[in-house]
């Protein structure tokens, strides 16, 4: 253990030379000695004494109390006092100097050990607290953060001067009171920031952090992040919570890949424009909402990379087209939201959707790749009369979105039509995700026949939706939003469900007979990554084999990532199920899909068979597709057979199999159960004699659609 190093200041040589021996005696070391105040004061500062024992009365112009006081200020080094002065008057004075000892002479050794022992821990304590306050000062003056300490207890806050700064105010300016925080807390957050202090103070998280807008010395709101922990009292309740605040708004308002700012940016420009303060009374102003049509692809095909670099100059030449008060703010991956500020009438911001829309048609050159996009835009005007800007943007997206559903690259401007079908949208999407969960859907199914002699061959499953009224909805009311939302999929997947176990109870029926079920599948659930495993547990839990399960596929799914398409295809085939290309001939590139894709099956498309009798041209376009099954060693089924004439027709053309209102409507599961124990409907088609007086002229009733066209 080191040595207590002690300078004696003592002006009387025999007392001091008897202070040395003691202190030697009980193992401290003496450094240095002094006779006077001025002496004690030079000494410490050159020898560094761990500890004085400083005599009151001292020869010099200054005593002893005079010195300690010095040597406490500029060195903090510990003083002991040893005297026989016991008045009142110096007791006072000794109090202003903080002291860490007082010994009355005479005393005995053991007095001073431990009045020596009691200083040096009472020092050592002092300078570790007095080190860790610097380093507090220091890092509150260094901090880009503001601090803050709240004592829950007496309800007093410290707000560091950053802290301050942050709002825009000096140091000293804001009270020591929580309210000069909360109460600038953004009437939009104050419930939210609140409650996540209770769920703290409750024990529920084991530190408080928050994201809120405050309001600004200028009157603007900015973005704060705000982090603290706390300590807690004997009895477990938070006493105090100290933390930071930070300045998030450049995060919270810019979008970080392209710099633009964001939608809570815009949201806020909106506000002002719209609220009752605003200076844009003597003109009007629109929003646009920019949808970048097939930019994922970009993303897909090219990689992140390239995309960025389009975005890039995409960007820039969206700004190139706009005047400098006006906002371009990006919404998502694809999608831009533009604010112009000053325009006389809904002419100015259609010209400047097609000024947009004309600087965005010419190819970008990014690296080697030359590459084309178009935006499909949608405007909402101030003079319909808004009061919110959520309803200000949303109604600009409806724009955009009916847009979209004409086609990729228009303009649409807003009308109060259009707000009436999206709520209706909506409310069918709600419809909808009740209807999977109550399983208010139904199948029927119907007949699939061999042309040649009208022998029952399968079923195609089509779905029916009936509400808790008992109503029947036909897939095209339905089907479309379905697809638009994503539900699609789960509806597809209980429609196969439900038509393989149908299939397994009529084969356990007619265990001798081949029957198929044929199933509509919507290029969503094609490219779904669980695609075929969803298909093997099928086949497995309901005891159908693979070879009496159709797939229909329709040209559209080809469209979209082909590679990992034709993957998934070739496990499908694995599975033994069999490929309908659905629609056949109404594409640009079927046949390209018959090089590359493992089909089985070509569906004439029923616009082609209306018009068989009748049409020449219609003929050999049948009459060529067949043509090609047969030499591809592919079967060939023939949609909508309605009349006589057609099935004679697609009798002599060889084709294989046919599914039309001549030979039944979509069936109950009861009705399609006595087809399967060999029940017929359709025997007189078959028979060379005058049309069916039932089915001559039937047009196709849109009820019968599959999923998605049946």
């Known amino acids: 253990m080191n040595k207590t190093r002690i300078m004696v200041v003592e002006d009387e040589a025999i007392v001091s030379l008897d202070l040395q021996n003691r202190l030697q005696a009980l193992g401290h070391e003496v450094v240095a000695t002094a006779t006077s105040g001025e002496a004690a004061i030079k000494k410490t500062e050159e020898v560094s004494p761990d500890l004085v024992l400083m005599d009151i009365n001292l020869g010099g112009n200054i005593d002893g109390i005079e010195a300690a006081k010095e040597i406490h200020k500029r060195f903090q080094t510990p003083v002991i006092y040893l005297t026989a002065c016991n008045d009142e008057k110096t007791i006072q004075r000794l109090k202003l100097t903080g002291p860490f000892g007082y010994i009355i002479k005479p005393f005995e050794e053991r007095e001073l050990h431990g009045h020596i022992e009691i200083a040096i ?231 400047v959707a097609n000024r947009l829309q004309e600087a965005l048609g010419h190819p970008f050159h990014v690296e080697s790749h030359e590459v084309y996009t178009t935006i499909t835009i949608g405007v909402a005007l101030s003079g319909t009369g808004y009061n919110h800007p959520d309803d200000f943007l949303s109604d600009a997206q409806t724009a955009m979105y009916r847009a979209q559903d ?60 009936q509400p808790q009224d008992g109503s029947i909805i036909p897939p095209n009311e339905f089907i479309p939003q379905a697809e638009k939302t994503g539900l699609i999929v789960s509806l597809e997947r209980w429609v196969l469900w439900k038509a393989c176990s149908q299939l397994r109870t009529w084969q356990l029926l007619a265990p001798d007979s081949e029957l198929t079920i044929s199933v509509n599948f919507s290029p969503t659930q094609w490219h779904q990554p669980d695609l075929v495993p969803m298909l093997q547990e099928t086949l497995l839990q309901t005891g159908v084999h693979g070879r009496n399960l159709k797939l229909e596929i329709t040209e559209s799914t080809f469209l979209k990532d082909t590679e990992t398409l034709s993957l998934s295809l070739k496990k499908i085939r694995d599975l033994h199920i069999q490929l309908h290309m659905d629609d056949f001939g109404t594409g640009y590139s079927s046949l390209s899909y018959l090089r590359h894709f493992p089909i089985d099956v070509l569906k004439i498309d029923r616009s082609f068979v209306r018009s068989l009798e009748v049409n020449s041209r219609a003929k050999q376009i049948v009459k060529a597709i067949t043509n090609l099954g047969q030499n591809l060693q592919m079967k060939v089924t023939a949609e909508g057979v309605e009349h006589p004439e057609q099935l004679r027709e697609l009798q002599s053309l060889k084709c294989d199999y046919g599914q039309g209102y001549l030979f039944s409507r979509p069936l109950d599961n009861e009705t399609a159960e006595r087809l399967v124990l060999g029940e017929c409907f359709w025997q007189k088609a078959f028979q060379v004699g005058p049309a069916l007086s039932d089915s001559k002229g039937e047009g196709e009733d849109p009820g019968d659609h599959g999923l998605p066209n049946g």
């Not at 629109?286 to 994922?296: E, I, Y």
């Not at 960007?315 to 087209?321: A, F």
């Not at 999407?429 to 022998?455: C, M, N, S, W």
Request: with cysteine; charged share 25%; hydrophobic share 35%.
């Open 121 to 351: 821990h009472k020092n050592h304590t002092e300078k570790t607290l007095r080190e860790s306050e610097e380093r507090y000062s220091l890092a509150t003056k260094g901090a880009n953060d503001g601090l803050w300490d709240w004592n829950l207890e007496t309800n007093e806050i410290y707000f560091s001067s950053r802290w301050e700064s942050l709002l825009g105010y000096a140091p000293g300016e804001i009270s020591q009171d929580p309210n000069e925080w909360f109460n600038r807390v953004h009437p939009g957050d104050r419930e939210r920031v609140n409650k996540e202090i209770a769920k703290f103070l409750e024990g529920n998280s084991h530190n408080f952090q928050t994201e809120y807008r405050i309001l600004h010395k200028e009157g603007n709101y900015r973005w704060m992040l705000s982090r603290g922990f706390g300590s807690r009292n004997p009895n477990g309740k938070v006493s105090r919570i100290a933390g930071s605040q930070t300045d998030i708004t450049e995060r919270k308002l810019y979008d970080p890949l392209t710099g633009l700012p964001n939608r809570a940016l815009f949201m806020d420009r909106l506000e002002r424009l719209i609220g009752p303060a605003s200076p844009q009374k003597d003109f009007s102003f629109a929003v646009l909402v920019l949808k970048l049509d097939a930019f994922r692809r970009v993303n897909e095909s090219l990689g992140y990379s390239i995309g960025d670099k389009l975005l890039a100059q995409l960007i820039q030449r969206l700004q190139n087209c706009l005047h400098q008060q006006d906002t371009v703010v990006s919404l998502g991956e694809d999608t831009f939201a533009v604010l112009l500020e000053k325009i006389d009438s809904v002419t100015d911001a259609t010209h």
């Open 406 to 465: 004409l086609d990729n690259g228009r303009c649409e401007v807003f009308d109060p039509v259009m707000r009436a079908q999206a709520v209706a949208s909506l409310n069918l999407e709600t419809r909808l995700q009740k209807a999977l969960e109550r399983e208010e859907f139904l199948l029927h199914y119907q007949p699939i026949v061999a042309i040649e002699d009208g022998r029952l061959m399968g079923f195609e499953a089509l779905v029916r939706w």
